[in-house]
C-alpha cells in the first residue's frame, strides 16, 4: 500500500528532531527549496547538520540539485 498522506511525506511538517538553525521551520515547504529543512540538510556540510549525519564527507551536488527541483515543482503554498 503506498502512502500518499503529504503530511506523513515530510510537506509541511515541523521536524521531530532537527533541532533549530537547520534550514528553516519545515521538513518540505512546496514551491521553495530554500526553505526547506530535507534540502539544506542534504545541501549543507556541516557537522551535526548535514543528513545522513554517518558515512558521508562530501556534499552530492546532483543529489542536493534533483531534491531542489523536485521541491520547487510542487504547487507552492504556505506552511502554517
Known amino acids: 500500500m ?3 498522506d503529504e503530511f506523513t511525506l515530510g510537506v ?3 521536524p521531530g528532531s ?6 528553516g ?10 526553505v526547506s529543512i530535507l534540502w539544506y540538510r542534504m545541501h549543507t556540510e556541516e557537522s551535526g547538520k ?3 549525519e554517518l558515512g558521508r564527507v562530501l556534499r552530492h551536488d546532483q543529489g542536493s540539485r534533483l531534491i531542489a527541483d523536485w ?5 507552492a503554498r504556505a506552511c502554517k
Open 2 to 4: 503506498d502512502n500518499t
Open 12 to 14: 509541511c511538517k515541523r
Open 18 to 23: 532537527a533541532g533549530g538553525g537547520v534550514g
Open 25 to 34: 521551520e519545515f521538513d518540505i515547504v512546496p514551491g521553495d527549496h530554500s
Open 50 to 52: 548535514m543528513m545522513p
Open 71 to 75: 521541491i520547487d515543482a510542487m504547487p
